[in-house]
């Protein structure tokens, strides 16, 4: 597994704190560069506003996230994500905040999101 080689990704709720920001980054394969051959990076990408849902249960939150992430068809499922540096040891590491899903600038993630990262990687450890 290449995590094991290279390091895992972190993963947090995203805090309405950071609305207007400029610290969200995406990879994607967008469709309007290469054909969607090549990944595409875009940084410094404020989120503007997130709504929270809840599944009928109450049990699971998301949040809808509106960004200015530029994007084209192809982008979807890369992570909505931002660097953070350890108090400890001052090393920084990536956070994925959100998973893009819409060239119109959306985003999801929140509590819901980070149940399943936690699911599946106590499943798949």
Do not use: Q
Not at 84 to 97: H, P, Q
Not at 112 to 118: A, D, E, S, V, Y
């Amino acid at each position: 597994r290449i995590g094991n080689k290279t390091g895992w990704w972190g993963f947090r709720v995203y805090d309405a704190t950071c609305n207007g920001g400029k610290y969200w980054k995406n990879i994607g394969y967008g469709a309007d560069v290469a054909n969607g051959d090549k990944p595409l990076f875009h940084d410094l990408a404020p989120i503007l506003s997130y709504r929270m849902y809840s599944a009928p249960s109450g049990s699971t939150r998301a949040y809808l996230m509106r960004h200015f992430i530029d994007s084209s068809n192809g982008h979807s499922g890369g992570p909505v994500f931002g660097i953070w540096k350890d108090e400890k040891t001052k090393k920084k590491s990536y956070y994925v905040v959100g998973v893009h899903v819409a060239h119109n600038g959306s985003a999801t993630g929140g509590p819901g999101l980070n149940k399943l990262i936690r699911n599946l990687r106590s499943e798949y450890d």
